[in-house]
């Protein structure tokens, strides 16, 4: 089976601009989770979908969006980005969510 | 609301020495508590959990953990640590009551094997 796979793998923005990222689950699994990794704050949980509904959310502000599609792809928005946005934002799919998770690679964010 | 406290930023051990990564955590009903590892420049790769049954739980790469329900930890353990296994580490925690409660991560311990 493939794995989770996250695009970009990496991407440079500006101050201001919004950005999308991309996941795509393991094939059969329906539930997808975004999370957020800095140095300082280690990982934290932005939200996770589950059957095209929003389930559970961080404490991020209203910048910070997402959507699960029919075929349980999912994407996150970031919009007016700060540079306190640069991160590698770690995506993570399971069949239903309360079992293990499995991690894409990551998208890098660099807000210059 | 449940959580997760690693309480060393880094852990540094001898090859062939054995290696513990502390962990403890806090939930209102019974924990599901996972172990991840984190290569450079790689996603979270999963190492184990506990849901029920055996505390001494056994996993990939020669690592186990114990679930220790009076001291509400979980501490990650190998008996001889491989320069290989240097990477960051993650705690987790979710609730096994409330389903729909969300996964928390500690913010991670590296570990440093020399060799």
């Known amino acids: 089976k493939a794995g989770v796979t996250q695009t970009p793998r990496y991407l440079i923005k500006t101050r201001g601009q919004q950005v999308t990222l991309s996941c795509s689950p393991i094939?059969?699994?329906?539930?997808v989770s975004w999370y957020q990794q800095t140095p300082g704050q280690g990982l934290q949980f932005l939200f996770e979908?589950?059957?095209?509904?929003?389930?559970n959310k961080g404490n991020f502000p209203g910048r910070f969006s997402g959507r699960q599609f029919s075929n349980s792809r999912s994407e996150m928005n970031v919009s007016t980005l700060e540079l306190g946005d640069s991160a590698l934002y770690l995506c993570?799919?399971?069949?239903?969510?309360?079992?293990?998770?499995?991690f894409g690679p990551g998208t890098r964010l660099l807000v210059l | 609301a449940q959580s997760v406290a690693q309480p060393e930023d880094q852990v540094n051990v001898a090859e062939g020495n054995p290696l513990t990564v502390k962990c403890t955590y806090s939930?209102?009903?019974?924990?599901?508590l996972f172990w991840y590892v984190q290569y450079p420049n790689r996603g979270l790769q999963f190492l184990l959990k506990?849901?029920?049954?055996?505390?001494l739980v056994k996993g990939s790469y020669g690592f186990e953990a114990e679930f220790n329900k009076s001291q509400t930890s979980f501490h990650l353990k190998k008996p001889s640590a491989l320069v290989s296994d240097s990477a960051l580490y993650f705690c987790?925690?979710?609730?096994?009551?409330?389903?729909?409660?969300?996964?928390?991560f500690g913010k991670g311990t590296r570990l440093h094997i020399l060799p």
């Open positions: 939930v209102s009903g019974n924990p599901y």
């Open positions: 979908y589950f059957s095209e509904t929003q389930r």
């Open positions: 506990y849901i029920t049954g055996d505390n």
């Open positions: 094939s059969g699994h329906r539930s």
């Open positions: 993570a799919s399971s069949l239903r969510g309360q079992e293990t998770q499995y």
């Open positions: 987790a925690v979710r609730d096994g009551v409330n389903r729909d409660d969300k996964i928390i």
